[in-house]
């Protein structure tokens, strides 16, 4: 059964590519190779035994997106991950943000309607509930106002998804991530920002191997039991195992309406300090941060309520924020040949 993961040579695109490859499936991959690299495909041959079939394109451009499907008119699903996804640069340049996240994502609905491909898992995040009036936040919580055009165009893409459905036999399933974060065991495969970090635990992870003088924690006068803000940071082999379930879930006809949405959470919050506290325990380093100032666009706290992907998608994030962030440290030393 043949699956199309566009942005599989990224971070959570490339976990999710070994996780369905292991459980029998043929993947091809469509990557423009804007924030990754080539080498992630021999990576994950290495891991899985198996090469992904691999098109470097870019899927903004319509007809090279409908010529590609013209030739893969036996896909099942299609897992949508290709997109921009840092929060400052598209607050500095929102058009360049809503232009690839949209017209891609246009672009592959209109291909997937014109040959007749039923199934997709659209990558959303918990940025589309903004900081939410109840915690933890369920799938029922309202969405609030973008803070960025890059939350804005999350938001957009689900309600274009939504209908579009409403005219087509397409199925859809949206899957709000919270903070993903950590590596593959096998150190193959990791995150691997271009230039400096944006988030949290990249930043940690070069900071202590000395690429970085320091990690600036932005704020500790939060509303949070030590002040620092408080997010629901999971595992993205966890996260990446739920793609395979929503994939199965549509192709196995259990989908109880056209469009579902599941948050992929542990539905802990952990502040920046238990994430500092978490790596320094186990890599035995000690890191070298400063608090500083809010960071602008900033939540306070969120945490999911994942109560319904447990009972309706029978999953459930089962690693540690130990396992997390020993993980992310193994991949950074691993990436940098220390070891
Ligand atoms: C943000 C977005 C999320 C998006 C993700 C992608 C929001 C609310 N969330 O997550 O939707 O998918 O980026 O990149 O916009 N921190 C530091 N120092 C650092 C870096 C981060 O203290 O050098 C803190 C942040 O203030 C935050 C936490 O660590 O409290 C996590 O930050 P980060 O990893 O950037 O993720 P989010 O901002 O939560």
Redesign the pocket.
């Known amino acids: 059964m043949k699956i199309l993961v566009t942005g599989g040579t990224g971070y959570i695109g490339s976990h999710t590519v070994v996780e369905l490859q292991q459980q029998g499936f043929e993947v091809v991959i469509i990557d423009n190779l804007s924030n990754s690299q080539i080498g992630v495909i021999d990576a994950i041959t290495s891991i899985t035994g198996i090469k992904p079939h691999f098109e470097q394109f870019d899927l903004v451009n319509r007809e090279l997106t409908s010529q590609f499907f013209s030739r893969h008119t036996d896909i099942m699903g299609v897992i949508h991950f290709a997109a921009f996804?840092?929060?400052g640069e598209s607050v500095e340049k929102p058009l360049k943000y809503y232009r690839n996240n949209l017209v891609s994502l246009m672009n592959i609905l209109e291909s997937m309607s014109e040959f007749n491909i039923p199934n997709l898992v659209f990558s959303s995040?918990?940025?589309v509930y903004?900081q939410p009036d109840e915690l933890p936040v369920s799938e029922k919580a309202p969405t609030k106002k973008a803070?960025?055009p890059?939350?804005n165009t999350?938001q957009i893409s689900e309600e274009i998804i939504q209908d579009t459905l409403k005219s087509s036999k397409m199925n859809a399933i949206a899957l709000r991530?919270f903070?993903p974060?950590g590596a593959h065991e096998s150190a193959k495969i990791g995150e691997l920002p271009l230039g400096v970090?944006?988030?949290?635990?990249p930043?940690?992870t070069q900071t202590a191997i000395g690429i970085r003088q320091q990690?600036?924690?932005?704020?500790d006068d939060y509303n949070t039991p030590d002040g620092?803000?408080?997010?629901d940071y999971i595992h993205v082999v966890d996260l990446a195992q739920a793609h395979v379930i929503a994939v199965k879930r549509m192709i196995e006809l259990k989908m109880k309406q056209s469009f579902e949405i599941f948050n992929l959470g542990t539905g802990t919050g952990l502040?920046?300090l238990d994430?500092i506290t978490s790596f320094e325990r186990v890599s035995g380093e000690k890191l070298n941060y400063k608090i500083?100032g809010?960071?602008a666009?900033?939540?306070e706290q969120?945490w999911a309520n994942s109560d319904f992907s447990n009972e309706v998608l029978g999953w459930k994030a089962k690693k540690t924020v130990d396992e997390m962030t020993a993980s992310a440290w193994k991949w950074e030393k691993v990436y940098r040949e220390i070891v």
């Open positions: 996804k840092a929060v995040s918990c940025t903004g803070e960025s890059y939350g999350k991530y903070n974060i970090p944006n988030n949290l635990v930043f940690i990690l600036s924690v932005f704020g620092t803000a408080v997010r502040s920046v994430v500083v809010r960071r666009g900033d939540i969120v």
